[in-house]
């Protein structure tokens, strides 16, 4: 597991540089709304360029089932106002980070600090679990994935 883990990791910096990809995030002019369009970098830059915007806190892409839940807890805590997050686009073939996030949504994360539930291939997050339970608690999240009209994103957000 640590093998395939190092490998990972050096494969996905080695994609980070090969492809890049513009943006990970934008910051919009809400406070109690995020909206995650895991893979579809596409749907995010529609969304970046909409009257979205003006009611989200966030919008960004989660690619990985661990790295990038940790990040999005870390963000939820830090926006105490945050309240709703509507995950969208399509998920990430092999990671399954909308899987992974809707099983520690529903279920949390053992002592071991992995997902309960999860099944992509390294969905161990680092994030203490007094965090993982604090943003359970505060959020809610829409499962919208595979969704990636944002006329239908945009009726959730009104």
Known sequence: MIIRKKFDDAAGKVCEIILPIKHEYYIGRGKELAICTLSSTDLLEQVSKSEIMDKVAIAGRLLSENRGID????????????????????????????????????????????????????????????????????????????????????????
Do not use: W
């Open 71 to 158: 990040a999005m807890i870390k963000f939820t805590l830090e926006h105490p106002a945050l309240r709703r997050i509507i995950v969208c686009g399509q998920e990430v073939k092999g990671h399954k980070s909308s899987q992974a996030l809707l099983s520690l949504y529903k279920n949390g994360i053992n002592k071991s600090g992995r997902i309960i539930g999860a099944i992509g291939p390294y969905p161990i997050l680092k994030s203490p679990m007094r965090d993982v339970e604090a943003f359970r608690r505060q959020i809610t999240i829409t499962d919208m994935t595979g969704t990636v009209e944002i006329k239908k994103i945009m009726s959730l957000v009104a």
